[in-house]
C-alpha cells in the first residue's frame, strides 16, 4: 500500500510518540474496522489499513477491538522489523470497553 512507513518507523526508532487510532461499526450483522498510526493530528505520513471483522453476528465492540488488535499486531511487525527496543506508541480509540482490556 502507499503510506510512509519510513517517516513512522523514523519516529519510533528517534523516540518520537506514534500513535495507533482505531474505530469500528456493526450494523445488521455486518462490521468492520479501520486503523492507523500516525504522529500527530493531520499527519500527512501515516500507515493505514481497514477491514471485515471476524465472526457470527459481529458487535460493535469486536469492531473496536479488532481495530485495536491491528494497531499492535501492525507496530510490532514493524519495531520488529527494525530492531527497535523500545518504542513510544500511544494507542487511542473511542470505546473505554476496549481500551481497559
Known amino acids: 500500500p502507499d503510506d510512509d512507513r519510513e517517516a513512522i518507523m523514523a519516529a519510533l526508532w528517534s523516540g518520537e510518540k506514534v500513535y495507533g487510532v482505531s474505530d469500528g461499526s456493526a450494523s445488521k450483522g455486518l462490521a468492520s474496522h479501520g486503523w492507523k498510526l ?11 489499513g481497514c477491514g471485515p471483522v471476524d465472526g457470527v453476528l459481529p458487535t460493535a465492540f469486536r469492531a473496536e477491538m479488532q481495530g485495536q488488535v491491528a ?13 527497535v527496543r523500545k518504542a513510544h ?7 473505554m470497553a476496549t481500551l481497559r482490556r
Open 89 to 95: 506508541i500511544i494507542s487511542l480509540c473511542d470505546n
Open 71 to 83: 494497531v499492535l499486531v501492525v507496530s510490532s511487525l514493524l519495531v520488529a522489523e527494525r530492531g
Open 38 to 48: 500516525t504522529r500527530y493530528l493531520n499527519d500527512p505520513a501515516v500507515i493505514k
